[in-house]
């Protein structure tokens, strides 16, 4: 059994923008192929083998059909992240951030409904333009450019995207409490 990334076993093309259903034909087709009841009369060798078949199936469709996941699992693919090297982020994002954890922190101690209004718009004003920015590189890698410029810009997205989601979960936590 050879060692297949999740879009040749799932005979797909490696894209950011996916057919969802023709994923979920697949992973129904592949579950029912590879599934361990239909090999309990074969050896333990061949069972055990079915076993981890029948799991990567399953992680595969889990990774692909959510697409954070399938995102950094592309960008994994071209050696785009995944070591510290791979996790550098611009100066200017950054400072923007801080920014927006100070006043988190300040909430934290003394909220303010108004200022925890303006936060959470910032937010959601950065996470549309981060969004909408990378539509148009997420179109070029799908349309055949693999090149090195695309394939950064989307690791720059998906880092800050990341980035803001731990903002996002943070400033949620805060607000839970206090209610």
């Given at each position: 059994?050879?060692?297949?990334?999740?879009?040749?076993?799932?005979?797909?093309?490696?894209?950011?923008?996916i057919d969802e259903q023709a994923l979920k034909t697949k992973y129904y087709k592949l579950s029912?192929?590879?599934?361990?009841?239909?090999?309990t009369q074969e050896s333990l060798e061949r069972q055990a083998e079915v076993a981890v078949m029948?799991?990567?199936?399953?992680?595969?469709?889990?990774?692909?059909?959510?697409?954070?996941?399938?995102?950094?699992?592309?960008?994994?693919?071209?050696?785009?992240?995944?070591?510290?090297?791979?996790?550098?982020?611009?100066?200017?994002?950054?400072?923007?951030?801080?920014?927006?954890?100070?006043?988190?922190?300040?909430?934290?101690?003394?909220?303010?409904?108004?200022?925890?209004?303006?936060?959470?718009?910032?937010?959601?004003?950065?996470?549309?333009?981060?969004?909408?920015?990378?539509?148009?590189?997420?179109?070029?890698?799908?349309?055949?450019?693999?090149?090195?410029?695309?394939?950064?810009?989307?690791?720059?997205?998906?880092?800050?995207?990341?980035?803001?989601?731990?903002?996002?979960?943070?400033?949620?936590t805060f607000a839970h409490a206090l209610k």
């Open positions: 059994m050879s060692e297949l990334n999740y879009f040749e076993l799932f005979d797909i093309e490696v894209a950011f923008n029912r192929k590879w599934h361990p009841d239909f090999f029948s799991e990567k199936i399953n992680q595969a469709h889990k990774v692909l059909s959510d697409r954070e996941s399938r995102f950094k699992y592309i960008l994994e693919l071209h050696g785009k992240i995944g070591g510290p090297d791979n996790q550098v982020m611009p100066a200017d994002f950054l400072m923007e951030m801080m920014d927006i954890n100070e006043t988190i922190m300040d909430l934290q101690l003394d909220f303010d409904q108004q200022r925890y209004d303006e936060v959470l718009t910032d937010i959601q004003t950065f996470e549309n333009e981060l969004n909408s920015g990378v539509l148009s590189d997420v179109d070029r890698y799908d349309g055949g450019d693999k090149s090195d410029e695309v394939l950064d810009k989307i690791k720059d997205y998906y880092l800050k995207s990341k980035y803001l989601l731990r903002i996002k979960e943070n400033i949620s």
